[in-house]
């Protein structure tokens, strides 16, 4: 199991976030928990998650891996905080050897634009 903080971009400043990875075989099982989203996201929520080659630093140019077979959020608790459960095609293990990170992204009717990122160390 490997835990991971999630960074807000300057669109989603003063919101956390963490990630859970969880091995699943030759998959990994993603669990994300983020305490907001920009109030000019419709709801109900739905926000893609992407598996980058690199750092949130210095990102590829193209995902490594989309995580967006199933794109549903659930609102957690009361108030604005929102649950996601994905699984990447790839080994846990994969991944921490390598370096790649995690963003999470608006749908394109929101923008298509980054609010948070979390490097996979």
Same mark, same amino acid.
């Given at each position: ?5 999630? @960074? %807000?971009?300057?669109?989603? +400043?003063?919101?956390?976030? $963490? ?5 699943r075989?030759?998959?990994?099982? !993603? ?13 109900p929520?739905?926000?893609l ?8 630093? @210095? %990102?590829?140019?193209?995902? +490594?891996?989309?995580?967006? $077979? ?10 604005? !905080? ?40």
């Amino acid at each position: 199991m490997l835990n991971i903080n999630l @960074e %807000p971009t300057q669109r989603n +400043a003063g919101r956390i976030g $963490r990630a859970t990875f969880a091995p699943r075989g030759d998959q990994t099982s !993603v669990s994300m928990l983020v305490s907001g989203v920009p109030p000019s996201v419709t709801r109900p929520v739905r926000l893609l998650a992407f598996i980058y080659p690199g750092t949130c630093a @210095e %990102p590829g140019g193209a995902p +490594a891996y989309e995580l967006n $077979r199933t794109a549903t959020t659930f609102r957690n608790f009361d108030g604005d !905080v929102w649950r996601l459960s994905r699984n990447a095609p790839v080994a846990l293990s994969k991944l921490k050897a390598g370096e790649y990170s995690l963003v999470l992204r608006t749908t394109p009717a929101n923008g298509g634009f980054d609010i948070f990122c979390g490097d996979i160390r």
